[in-house]
């Protein structure tokens, strides 16, 4: 149980565009999704947090505006990068965590990461 | 908020050594520490983690230790394997407010030799 998914799993895109994550709970439901930027040879970043039915909260210098983040339901959080520019080149991982008796349940399942590469 | 220093950022060891990697957190209120196994272009694994109100744990060859006086936890593999050679990341949080977010350690590079 607890498998995170995540799709796409590579992506390749041409600066200015935009790209979409998904990041799906296949087998509980996440009411926390987070998501995380990683940097070659460097540790995981949080980038947001995202609860099912409310804004995601941003973490100090990640801009809103360019990293969009929906959770429009228990299972499903994306992350859409707007404008793209080659600095945004990175690997994201999405994790989701799920209530228990009540409280949030300490432990993250993380999603397999999106290697996105901006032309 | 928390701050999280891991030490060593390389650890070399022969197969059947042990290999201790540790953190320290500043926020006291935290009260979980994961532990995670990532390989290159994978996602991090959780290998074993441990909560406030215990001082040890163990699983097998892996075992963490939390000194919550101190502020630092410790991860301890024994008898060590070439396929544990990873990137290692303690991490920590508390189970309220901060938004129960972790704090990762900045890794360890693991390279069990034969």
């Known amino acids: 149980g607890a498998v995170v998914s995540q799709h796409p799993s590579r992506v390749i895109c041409k600066s200015g565009t935009s790209v979409k994550i998904e990041c799906r709970s296949l087998?509980?439901?996440?009411?926390?999704m987070f998501w995380y930027r990683q940097f070659p040879k460097q540790s995981l970043m949080l980038m947001a947090t995202?609860?099912?039915?409310?804004?995601?909260?941003?973490e100090q210098g990640v801009e809103k505006d360019k990293f969009l983040i929906n959770h429009a339901s228990l299972t499903l959080s994306t992350l859409t990068v707007t404008s793209a520019h080659p600095e945004d080149s990175s690997f994201y991982i999405c994790?989701?965590?799920?209530?228990?008796?009540?409280?949030?349940?300490?432990?993250?399942?993380f999603g397999p990461g999106t290697r996105l590469t901006v032309l | 908020g928390e701050n999280v220093e891991q030490h060593p950022s390389t650890l070399s060891v022969q197969e059947g050594d042990s290999a201790v990697i540790k953190c320290t957190y500043s926020?006291?209120?935290?009260?979980?520490f994961p532990w995670y196994k990532q390989e290159l272009g994978k996602r991090p694994q959780l290998i074993i983690d441990?909560?406030?109100?215990?001082g040890e744990k163990k699983d097998q060859r892996i075992a963490v230790t939390l000194n919550k006086t101190a502020k630092h936890f410790s991860l301890h593999i024994t008898e060590t394997q070439p396929e544990d050679s990873a990137v290692y990341f303690c991490?920590?949080?508390?189970?309220?407010?901060?938004?129960?977010?972790?704090?990762f350690g900045t890794g360890t590079q693991l390279k069990v030799e034969l």
């Open positions: 926020d006291s209120a935290s009260n979980y």
């Open positions: 441990i909560r406030s109100n215990v």
């Open positions: 995202s609860n099912e039915g409310s804004k995601a909260t941003y």
């Open positions: 087998d509980f439901q996440a009411t926390t």
């Open positions: 991490a920590a949080s508390r189970r309220t407010g901060g938004g129960n977010k972790l704090t």
């Open positions: 994790s989701a965590r799920w209530l228990a008796g009540g409280l949030p349940y300490n432990e993250q399942f």
